[in-house]
């Protein structure tokens, strides 16, 4: 296999200033820390997992390259295009949108970079050049609408690949499956009313942001059908997200038939997380990877881009990424030195409310076809 990989130097420059998740504040007891809680170091150690282990050499590197403002607009408007590159010429930067997002001066800069990781990543996908890869771009990009960034994301890194990939290469039908802990609602927003891009978002029920994330929220017009929710109740580990697999998502893939995958890939659901509550094992990562790369060989020729979302822990998150790119390179799980106290609690049994959750959406497979999308 050859695999395709994207990391940045700056990815891991992005500034998220001085508080844990809310800026350090005084008057509440709020004490400044070096390490918000998505501090990109968590990235950069992934990254550097990856060098130390050996597999840097054999993965294709792929540069990133500024994605244009033309790339940007594709899917943002103009409003925000222009805050954000307002906001980060001030000395002191600015925020993507909600408060609790901070970037530095020149935050523009490596948020455009972050989508230019995914562009570049899927335009080799697309080529062929590399039969799949991971963009390991910062800052993420799910929770960001059209109109604002949020949650520490600034662009739609996935929703601008998937733009791309549609108006500049010519793909009728694009999936994007995020199993980022949180709910994907900006890539949801982003597509909601547009039935060539299938969004799938498998996440901890109000988990982030507040209020959404329904099964209900199913697209409208056109795209009524071809918005997917799975929430989970917490506590759900590898036998969850493995029967989410095989009950939803592969079958949904199936009924859309799209010409490229998209992972949207957070590792906020693993049992280290310090912002969400799931049990998803490095083990269970490398099997949920297995079973995309399958489906997308099976489907799409194997066209597949995994695009880095969220996971804040900075111990066990490179573990789960170096998992998932073995898996890429067709290499077999090798447990790794957490396997002690990941492996023993229980997350690898299906418990009865999980696979009720699970049950609750399958109805929601009933309205995808890239029948009426390609006719
Ligand atoms: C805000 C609050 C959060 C909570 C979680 C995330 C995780 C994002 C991620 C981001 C921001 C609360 C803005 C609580 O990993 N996505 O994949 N902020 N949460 N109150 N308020 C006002
Ligand atoms: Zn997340």
């Known amino acids: 296999m050859t695999t395709g990989y994207v ?3 700056r990815y891991g420059w992005a500034d998220t200033g001085s508080g844990s998740l809310f800026p350090s504040d005084a008057t509440t007891g709020l004490q400044p820390i070096g390490h918000h809680l998505a501090h990109p170091d968590t990235k950069r150690r992934f990254h550097e997992l990856i060098a130390v282990s ?3 050499d054999r993965l294709h590197t792929i540069r990133a390259v500024a ?6 607009l594709r899917v943002h408007t103009p409003q925000h295009l222009a805050r954000i590159m307002e906001e980060s010429r001030q000395p002191k930067g600015g925020d993507a ?5 901070p970037f530095g001066r020149g935050g523009y800069e490596i948020a455009a970079l972050s989508a230019g990781g995914a562009i570049q990543l899927v335009d080799q996908v697309v080529a062929g050049r590399v039969d799949n890869g991971y ?15 949020m949650g520490f994301c600034v662009f739609n890194n996935v929703s601008i690949a998937a733009a791309y990939a ?6 009728e039908r694009v999936a994007v499956v995020d199993w980022d802990v949180h709910h994907g609602n900006g890539t949801q927003d982003i597509w909601y ?5 299938l969004t799938i978002s498998i996440h901890q029920h ?4 507040p209020g959404s994330g329904y099964r209900e929220e199913r697209g409208t017009g056109a795209g009524e059908g071809y918005s997917i929710n799975i929430p989970l109740p917490p506590g759900s580990g590898d036998a969850a997200y493995l029967q989410v697999m095989d009950q939803l998502v592969i079958p949904a893939l199936r009924e859309f038939r799209p010409d490229l995958i998209l992972v949207a890939s957070g590792f906020d659901a693993s049992m280290m997380d310090p912002l969400a509550r799931q049990m998803v094992t490095s083990a269970g990562f490398a099997r949920l990877t297995r079973r995309m790369l399958d489906i997308a060989a099976d489907l799409c020729d194997g066209r597949i881009a995994f695009v880095q979302e969220g996971g804040y822990s900075p111990h066990y998150v490179p573990f789960c990424g170096l998992a998932v790119i073995r898996e890429l390179l067709g290499e077999p799980f090798e447990p790794d030195p957490y396997t002690p106290i990941v492996s023993t609690q229980g997350g690898d049994v299906l418990l009865d409310h999980e696979a009720a959750a699970i049950d609750a959406a399958e109805p929601l497979l009933g309205a995808v076809s890239g029948e009426s999308v390609s006719g």
């Not at 800052?139 to 059209?146: L, M, V």
């Not at 009313?193 to 891009?197: E, I, N």
């Not at 109000?206 to 942001?209: I, N, R, T």
């Open 7 to 9: 990391w940045n130097t």
């Open 54 to 56: 050996g597999l840097l």
């Open 166 to 171: 549609k108006d500049v290469l010519g793909l």
């Open 193 to 197: 009313s547009d039935p060539t891009v």
């Open 67 to 72: 994605a244009t403002e033309e790339d940007i």
């Open 97 to 101: 949108g909600d408060g609790t997002s």
């Open 135 to 149: 963009a390991l771009v910062n800052p993420p990009g799910h929770h960001a609408t059209r109109a604002t960034g």
């Open 206 to 209: 109000l988990c982030f942001p």
